[in-house]
Every structure is written in C-alpha cells, then in structure tokens.
C-alpha cells in the first residue's frame, strides 16, 4: 500500500528564524519514523504575497499563478504539520495567510502543529489555529508538540532536541498517519 504524503510547512518567514531548525529536526524524526512519505514546505521560499485572490477560495477559481501553484503543492499532500511559532500570544501572519488562500485542498486532511515561543511554548498559536483548520474541514490531531524557550534550543542554526520531545513528536506522527490512512480514500478525489 501507497504511503501517505506528509508535508511539513514552516511558518515563519523572518530572517535568523528559528522555524527552519525546528522544521529540519521534525522532518528527519518524520523521515525516521517511517510512516509516510516526507516533503517540507517553507514559507519563506514560497513567498506567497498577502491573499490578492478576488475569487472566494471555495471555487477553486484562481487567477494568479503563485496560488496555482500553492493548490497544486498543497493538492499533493495527505497530512500536514505546520511548525508555527508564537508571535503576540497567536499564530503568525504568514501562516494563517497560506491557510486562507485555499479551500478544497485542506479538506478532510489531518493537520498537527510543532508550536513553538518563551515560557507559553507555541500553545497559545496552536490553540489559535485549531479553530481555523477546523473551519477549513481538516481534522487536527489530538496531539501537538509543543517547544518551550526556543532561544536556548537553537544553537549554530541547529535544533537541539530532547527525549521528551522526540518522542511527542512520534506520538503525533503516529496520530497523523492513522488518520492519513483512513482518510486516503476520500481525498483521494472519491468525494470532494
Ligand atoms: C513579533 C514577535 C512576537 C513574539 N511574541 C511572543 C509571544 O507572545 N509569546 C512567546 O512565547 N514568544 C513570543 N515571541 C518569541 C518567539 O516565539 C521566538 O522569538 C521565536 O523564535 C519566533 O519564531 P521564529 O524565530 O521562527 O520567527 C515573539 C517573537 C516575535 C518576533
């Protein structure tokens, strides 16, 4: 049987981020882990402008080539893991901004999140984002991990993991797959 299709987006945008660390270290627990095929998305590169579509999503009727693009990527995946840090006690701009472009593609896809800030560990942008996967008709896993003081885990651009935290991180990737695999089905154009 196929394997299913995880895409890992990073979130942030900013230069000296810490999301491309994160990012990095989750896809090769991903890649270890084994259960589905693994593709990271960054943001950054994608450079999506803000939402200038003049069409509701929901219609799939995009005008510009950046969003085509964006639908053919996202049309791809089966699962996805969105590694978001936490900006003002929420999610940041960018991520929230590639969500709202697209519509049927995120549809009955299970979604995790690597949150990540200071003392609140990214749970206040994860909790924010619930609500919105939840709009789009995607399935969040029940599971997150969640990285507290980020500033001390990143060192020489690397991400400096722990036990607990590999290990939340394959709770949830188990979670995802799960759900990817059931789910295959219906995505899979038998029912959009
Ligand atoms: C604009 C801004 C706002 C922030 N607000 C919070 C916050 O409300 N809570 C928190 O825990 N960390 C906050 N931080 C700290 C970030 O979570 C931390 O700097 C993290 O590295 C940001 O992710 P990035 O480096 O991938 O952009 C903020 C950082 C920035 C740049």
Same mark, same amino acid.
């Given at each position: 049987m196929q394997k299913p299709h995880l895409q890992i987006i990073i979130g942030s945008t900013r230069p000296g981020r810490a999301?491309?660390? /994160? !990012?990095?270290?989750? #896809?090769?627990?991903?890649?270890?882990?084994?259960?589905?095929t693994v593709e990271m998305l960054d943001l950054?590169?994608?450079d999506l402008p803000l939402l200038d579509e003049p069409n509701h999503p929901r219609l799939g009727r995009y005008v510009?080539?950046?969003?085509?693009?964006?639908?053919?990527m996202i049309s791809a995946g089966d699962a996805f893991v969105f590694v978001v840090p936490e900006y003002n006690r929420g999610y940041n701009a960018a991520t929230k901004n590639a969500l709202d472009y697209l519509c049927r593609e995120w549809?009955?896809?299970? /979604? !995790?999140?690597?949150? #990540?800030?200071?003392?609140?560990a990214g749970s206040r942008s994860i909790q924010g984002l619930i609500p919105v996967v939840a709009a789009l008709g995607?399935?969040?896993?029940?599971?997150s991990v969640n990285i507290p003081l980020i500033n001390r885990m990143v060192t020489d651009g690397e991400f400096v993991s722990n036990p607990r935290l590999d290990e939340s991180a394959a709770e949830m990737l188990d979670e995802l797959s799960s759900w990817a695999t059931d789910l295959g089905a219906t995505h899979r154009g038998a029912d959009r």
């Open positions: 999301g491309a660390a /994160v !990012g990095s270290w989750f #896809y090769d627990i991903a890649v270890k882990h084994d259960a589905c950054a590169t994608i510009y080539d950046h969003t085509k693009r964006w639908s053919e549809r009955r896809k299970p /979604v !995790g999140f690597v949150g #990540y800030g200071a003392v609140a995607m399935i969040p896993a029940a599971r």
